[in-house]
């Protein structure tokens, strides 16, 4: 399982429909909106 970085939710990588590569890593959102926040700001979510 991955894990949404925006909602901090477990998503299924082999079933979400909203991944998105950023720097060489694939990341997966559990719905169209968390997809569409991090594209906003990437940084934001990857520093913790
Ligand atoms: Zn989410």
Request: hydrophobic share 35%; with cysteine.
């Given at each position: 399982?991955?894990?949404d970085p925006v909602c901090g939710?477990?998503?299924d990588e082999r079933?979400?429909?909203y991944?998105?590569?950023?720097q060489?890593?694939?990341y997966y959102?559990?719905?169209q909106?968390?997809?569409e926040t991090f594209?906003?700001?990437p940084a934001k979510y990857l520093k913790k």
């Open positions: 399982m991955a894990i939710m477990k998503v079933t979400t429909r991944s998105y590569a950023f060489g890593t694939s959102f559990c719905c909106h968390c997809l594209k906003k700001d």
